[in-house]
């Protein structure tokens, strides 16, 4: 399988307590053996977390592609191997909505932040009345504005509500963004929340949920 020096020797350095000879052995694993991808998710299976940085560092840029390996890392137990391994599906092409829309659960919000960035480059329905739902429903302040932002840009009409309701949300930032997304999904403006004191935030809120009850007795 492999050429040149043996691959025990390469898998005992992979297994070495420096980081850098990880990453040596690694490289020779990549260049020497005729199946790189069968040797290092057989390795993968047991790693400790430094041999696992070891190789997901060196299989991120290389040449051929590693999908398989990193579909299977975005169930590690880092976060930021997650994160990282469906930044490389990303950056592939091998990223689907649908696998998306199945990360947006993570339990780690870097991660769903991360997701969703990469949802901006999609206009894809489902993954959408998922992060829309996710403006209200998501534990984490940031990725509740994320959505709200996403949500402004490929949002439709029928997204307008789950905003509304995000208006009450416990958290300024959050309520700021949900009247800006408001305001490109609607064209109305009731002013500016970024320039607006206190007292003129909650007046603007209160037009955002009149306006809204005289829209759902029209309809």
Known sequence: MVKGVGLDQMLRDLCDADPEIK???ARAILKESSNPAKVFSSVLKDADGPTSEAIYDILFDADADFSGIFMSATEHEDPVVRARAIRYLFRRGAFEPKDGTKWLTDGDPYVRRRVISYLFWMNDAPSLEKVASLCTEDPDESV?????????IWGSDGDVEQVVRALEDKSH???IQAVQTLRKLTGEDFGDPLSASSEEFEWIVAKWQGWWEIMRERS
């Open 23 to 25: 990453k040596m052995a």
């Open 144 to 152: 509740r504005k994320d959505c709200l932002r996403l949500v402004s």
């Open 173 to 175: 930032e959050v309520r």
